[in-house]
């Protein structure tokens, strides 16, 4: 008589929730031994808000305070911009040191790799833009509270899609990291500055106003200026959402399709 004994070696996978939850938390775990480097990162935005308010002020004619209702929300989509753009840096990093590699045979499914990464952006762009909002408020910036928890909401979403289309890219140029510094370099600043974040693309000549129809950060921070001014409920501020959920479902998926085929 043969009495065969089945074992099944090494832990089972998790949940994909679960999974994800793990590696939000080891993502995040940085950013809390190291809260000064999200102080560190508010200096290029600072630095915007200090100089080219005040020019912006002048060109415009407004008061300070106008101006700030104007120019504050752009500037909160330009830190989960640069922010959530950078963040593929990290991953390709850790790609070329081989920690990825280890990562990638745990029981995790491999999709949650991806995912929790990209939830984990929403802390730290919450965080910088709530200090943002607290600093400028001595200045005369009167935000309508229940449009900034809606937009604070609009942009913890653009930066999960745009944190999850700089792993992706990541990825895709695992060993030809020059690639990634060049496609995100070549691609921020245009559109930072076909949203009409920094200046009016109003007056603007007819092809930029063409290409910043095409630019779905334009339309959030559109959407942003809405919501802050306490306009929630127009048509704006859906087509931010719509244009923050496009680029959340094109990020998550090229990013999740990437990380599957990982090696």
Known sequence: MTTTTSTTTGARPTGFLRDTGNVF???LRPVIRDPFSLVFSLMQPLVFLIFFGPLLSGSSGQSTAETLQWFVPGILVMIALFGTAMTGSNLLFEMQTGSHERTLVAPLARSSLLVGRALKEMVPLVIQATVI???TIPFGFRPDLAGM???LVLIGLFG???GALSYSLAIASKSRDWMFWTVQQGLL???MILSGMLLPLDDGPEWMRVAAAFNPVSYI???ERALFSGDIASLTVLGGFVAAAV???LGLGLGIRGMRRSS
Do not use: D
């Open 25 to 27: 938390v080891r993502e």
């Open 133 to 135: 909002v607290l600093l």
């Open 149 to 151: 928890l809606v937009g």
């Open 160 to 162: 999960v899609g745009f």
């Open 189 to 191: 600043f245009p559109i």
């Open 221 to 223: 921070v559109a959407a």
């Open 247 to 249: 680029v959340a479902a």
